[in-house]
């Protein structure tokens, strides 16, 4: 049974920091790609970051330079580190695996 459970959204100023956390459990031995992406009211779902199979990074050109995603292996774990937050920031934040059709619940980031 996999499961992806985000955590760590919440309400803050502009200018801002937060760390989202994805605890994964359940997730086949050889997946490596996880992403970031997030879904703001009204629009379409976007990719924000993620790892690929070679655990490189890969971010939107929006959140290039404030934005950075990581993971520990031995605790399951992907991380978002977000600075500089701006208002359009605002969005709920899915970790996933999209290729193999893996989500987590979302967690709510609202910036002010």
């Known amino acids: 049974h996999v499961q992806l459970v985000e955590s760590g959204g919440e309400s803050v100023q502009a200018g801002g920091s937060l760390r989202l956390t994805c605890v994964t459990s359940?997730?086949?031995?050889?997946?490596?790609?996880m992403g970031w992406l997030r879904q703001a009211p009204g629009k379409e779902r976007e990719g924000v970051a993620h790892?690929?199979?070679?655990?490189?990074?890969r971010y939107a050109d929006s959140v290039k330079g404030r934005f950075t995603v990581s993971r520990d292996n031995a605790k399951n774990t992907l991380y978002l580190q977000m600075n500089s937050l701006k208002t359009e920031d605002t969005a709920v934040y899915y970790c996933?695996?999209?290729?193999?059709?893996?989500w987590g619940q979302g967690t709510q980031v609202t910036v002010s």
């Open positions: 996933a695996n999209v290729g193999l059709g893996y």
């Open positions: 359940g997730l086949p031995s050889h997946t490596l790609w």
């Open positions: 790892l690929d199979n070679n655990s490189r990074t």
